[in-house]
T-cell receptor, first 113, second 113 residues
């Protein structure tokens, strides 16, 4: 597609539920990133994939967060046993090889009640 | 750890005036500096970037300057228009490793008609 597509756009989860957020990167983009953006803050790095390999997961806040990209295209960010502090916008970005000029999706706004 | 400070947090200018947003980074290995514009409910959109081997870059009404010695970089918007109103984020990264961006905390720009 022409841009990075994320779904769902909005997700409300009860505390303790598991959620899965999907990212469809730009076709052919090797690099894929997940960021978390709290209200009024800048995005914070969660994890990075190069093709199907997860090369950096240093930003994942806890072992409740898990990301995968099994075929090197679509990626899923899963959050288990959601907590209120997980409420944020989750942004996905993709780029050709290298750090230059990520393209971000519109994000998934997760609200945990 | 790595940090990017951004000022001011809010900025109001009259239409047609210039706006300047400043960022400071801590990691001397940083060598790529993108700027993103984020409108309400949307993902960040890349508007301009600069690499460390360049001191200034311009694209129509937008320019970015970089002072590597002082670890400062700035965004300049001239002849501001109401559609420039948005939140602007600076970021810094290195072109080695996992390319994660460290974002500033954002500047909310309001252009008053």
């Amino acid at each position: 597609g022409a841009g990075v597509s994320q779904s769902p756009r909005y997700k409300v989860a009860k505390r303790g539920q598991d959620v899965a957020l999907r990212c469809d990167p730009i076709s052919g983009h090797v690099s894929l990133f997940w960021y978390q953006q709290a209200l009024g803050q800048g995005p914070e790095f969660l994890t990075y994939f190069q093709n199907e390999a997860q090369l950096d997961k240093s930003g994942l806040p806890s072992d409740r967060f898990f990301a995968e990209r099994p075929e090197g295209s679509v990626s899923t960010l899963k959050i288990q046993r959601t907590q209120q502090e997980d409420s944020a916008v989750y942004l996905c970005a993709s780029s050709p090889p290298g750090p230059y000029g990520y393209t971000f999706g519109s994000g998934t706004r997760l609200t945990v009640v | 750890g790595e940090n990017v400070e951004q000022h001011p947090s809010t900025l109001s200018v009259q239409e047609g005036d210039s706006a300047v947003i400043k960022c400071t980074y801590s990691d001397s290995a940083s060598n790529y500096f993108p700027w993103y514009k984020q409108e309400l409910g949307k993902g960040p959109q890349l508007i301009i970037d600069i690499r460390s081997n360049v001191g200034e870059k311009k694209d129509q009404r937008i320019a970015v300057t970089l002072n590597k010695t002082a670890k400062h970089f700035s965004l300049h918007i001239t002849e501001t228009q109401p559609e420039d109103s948005a939140v602007y984020f600076c970021a810094a990264t290195t072109t080695s490793g996992t390319y994660k961006y460290i974002f500033g905390t954002g500047t909310r720009l309001k252009v008053l008609a």
